[in-house]
Nanobody
Framework: QVQLVESGGGLVQSGGSLRLSCAASGVTFSIDTMAWYRQAPGKQRELVAS???????NYADSVKGRFTISRDSAKNTVFLQMNSLKPEDTAVYYC????????????????WGQGTQVTVSS
């Protein structure tokens, strides 16, 4: 089993920055891909960014150039640096982990954190 704990959410003004962290514990050697998803009220959970053990990184088009995902494998932690935040970035942000390297769908992630709220005011 893998446990994921997110931190770093909060309230920020439009144009501001936040850095989210996700610490993994448990059977962490089995993790290949780690990702950040988000879910806004009334909307489906969507992929924000992902990174796998091979170094492949994917971003949602809506965050490219503003968000950066990074990973400290030694500490089993993944980060999401969010710059130039917009009100439409407001959502609960979830960390996810998978033992597979080619995950492209939400269903491929077996492990999820409890989520952290990010609110961007205009």
């Amino acid at each position: 089993q893998v446990q994921l704990v997110e931190s770093g959410g909060g309230l920020v003004q439009s144009g501001g920055s936040l850095r989210l962290s996700c610490a993994a514990s448990g059977v962490t050697f089995s993790i290949d891909t780690m990702a950040w998803y988000r879910q806004a009220p009334g909307k489906q959970r969507e992929l924000v960014a992902s990174t796998n053990s091979g170094g492949t990184i994917n971003y949602a088009d809506s965050v490219k150039g503003r968000f950066t995902i990074s990973r400290d494998s030694a500490k089993n932690t993944v980060f999401l640096q969010m710059n130039s935040l917009k009100p439409e970035d407001t959502a609960v942000y979830y960390c996810a982990a998978s033992k597979y390297g080619g995950v492209t769908e939400r269903g491929g992630y077996a492990y999820w954190g409890q989520g952290t709220q990010v609110t961007v005011s205009s």
